[in-house]
């Protein structure tokens, strides 16, 4: 009976070393264990998205952003009128004004004319009978340059008119 227990003494004790080897070999495999989970852990550094998410993602953006882009054209479109139109009213003024220099220029120059003529005529006198002519075309001139102011008043007028034409067509369109 010795025996047999002495067998079975070894055998337990080579089962035992067996058992501690197989535990030591799988320790050494087992401790890097949490450092391959992390090195083999998956990173997504780009997401796929399916083609319809995609394209919906997209189509509600472009409604998103459709009506402020429209908005702001009109937006800019109404400015540009409205510089377009203040340009043409600027244009209108300034014509407008260069008529008036220069139906101012005309008539101071006809106005020391005919002082020029009313002058001579004076010097002239009365004997020599021309004072009844000086004065015919004195009034001539009065004449002559009171057409002129008028010539330019309609003008000035028509201007106006025009102007105001564009403005009313413009505001029309506008709306």
């Known amino acids: 009976m010795a ?11 080579s089962s035992l070393q067996l058992l501690d080897n197989s535990i030591t070999t799988l320790d050494a495999g087992v401790n890097d264990f949490p450092r391959l989970c992390k090195v083999l852990q998956t990173t997504r550094h780009f997401e ?19 009506p402020s882009i429209a908005h702001l054209l009109s ?8 510089l377009s139109r203040r340009e043409q009213g600027l244009k209108a003024k300034c014509d407008l004004q260069e008529g008036r220099l220069s ?7 006809s106005a020391k004319s005919q002082s020029n003529a009313a002058l001579r005529g004076r010097l ?4 020599t009978g021309s004072n009844g002519a ?24 028509e201007l106006q008119s025009t102007q105001r034409q564009r403005q009313l067509r ?3 369109a506008a709306q």
């Open 48 to 66: 796929l998205l399916p083609e319809p998410t995609l394209r919906e993602a997209q189509q509600s953006l472009l409604d998103e952003i459709t």
């Open 170 to 172: 413009k505001s029309m």
């Open 103 to 109: 139906s101012n220029s005309e008539s101071k120059a």
């Open 134 to 157: 000086a004065s015919k075309a004195a009034e001539l001139r009065r004449l002559v340059q009171k057409k002129e102011r008028l010539k330019y008043a309609v003008d000035r007028l």
């Open 3 to 13: 025996s047999s227990l002495a067998a079975s003494v070894s055998s337990l004790q």
């Open 75 to 82: 937006l800019a479109s109404n400015h540009v009128d409205k």
């Open 124 to 127: 002239a006198g009365s004997s």
